[in-house]
């Protein structure tokens, strides 16, 4: 099972590269429907929104488990996605609420870390 805090740290980086991709394929689909001039913003933004689209859900679940996150937190996290720039908002909140908090002794191991070098 893969420590809680890597997974967090991946989870919020996601959550950023989500939504940036989202802005990316936003203006390739203003550029191939709107300008009409090319559809290469598509051809690359599709893709890789489309990744991250699933490493971002994959993580969540994988949360879901590891931080015991209650059903609606998950349904919600899964739900940022859809919606541009959501997960952001989401990432935040359940910052906030605690919901991305490595617990007990992964927590401590993970500062002593940088000191033992």
């Known amino acids: 099972m893969p420590s809680k805090t890597p997974t967090i ?3 919020r ?3 950023v590269a989500e939504a940036c991709s989202w802005a990316a394929l936003l203006a ?3 550029l191939k429907w709107i ?10 933004a599709g893709p890789v929104h489309g990744a991250l689209f699933i490493a971002y859900g994959v993580t969540a679940l994988l949360l879901w488990r590891l ?6 937190v998950a349904v919600l996290a899964g739900v940022s996605a ?3 720039f959501a997960t952001i908002l989401f990432e935040r909140w359940a910052g906030r609420r605690g ?7 992964e927590s401590v191991e993970a500062d002593l870390e940088p000191s033992r070098a």
Do not use: H, K, N
Not at 36 to 43: A, C, F, I, M
Not at 67 to 72: C, G, H, M, V
């Open 9 to 11: 740290r991946a989870f």
């Open 13 to 15: 980086i996601l959550a």
């Open 28 to 30: 390739g689909m203003y």
């Open 35 to 44: 300008a009409g001039t090319t559809e290469l913003g598509v051809q690359i």
């Open 67 to 72: 931080q015991r996150w209650p059903f609606l």
């Open 82 to 84: 859809v919606f541009p």
């Open 99 to 105: 919901y991305l908090a490595a617990s007990g002794a």
